[in-house]
């Protein structure tokens, strides 16, 4: 990547949620910024900005990242989706959204896109997951409201051991 001086930007090209984008970044910004300022992605939250309550979380090329400690310079190239990248459609939940909704797992919902992009990556990965390793993955996303037992159980409907592929 070409070094540039404070305050110009460059170009910053990447798939977001399926469609290839093209935008502006001045060199210091960070991937949670540019998704919501630059291009509108406005689900991604940005609560800690340290990397420690994973709110930001989105997938790049099928790993969740905390996008607040991702430059988007660093997306180059790459696959992210967010949140919006989740659902069917305007009014079609994804079966990790539907799951969260049929098992009342959110109360503010500050913390839920975080939440579905870390499990939407062990979704990725395509095998079933017992209720520990669940929680492990969800240990870097912090809910003050639900007290996680939903939230687990939710996970669990999808990505569960008793699922059957």
């Known amino acids: 990547m070409k070094i540039l001086k404070d305050g110009v930007k460059a170009p910053v090209t990447f ?14 910004t960070l991937l949670s910024d540019f998704l919501r300022h630059e291009l509108g992605a406005s689900g991604t939250h940005v609560a800690c900005e340290h990397g420690v309550c994973g709110a930001c979380t989105v997938s790049v090329d099928g790993k969740a990242v905390r996008s607040c400690l991702m430059l988007a310079a660093q997306a180059e190239g790459k696959d992210v989706q967010t949140i919006e990248g989740l659902s069917k459609g305007d009014e079609d939940f994804g079966d990790l959204q539907e799951a969260f909704h049929q098992r009342f797992a959110l109360q503010c919902g500050f913390c839920t ?39 687990v159980d939710a996970a669990l409907d999808v990505l569960g051991d008793q699922v059957k592929a």
């Open 15 to 28: 798939s977001l949620n399926g469609e290839d984008i093209e935008g502006y970044a001045e060199p210091r």
């Open 113 to 151: 896109p975080g939440m579905l992009m870390t499990l939407a990556s062990l979704k990725g990965t395509g095998r079933s997951y017992s209720e520990a390793e669940i929680r492990d993955a969800l240990s870097g996303n912090i809910c003050r409201c639900t007290g996680y037992r939903e939230i």
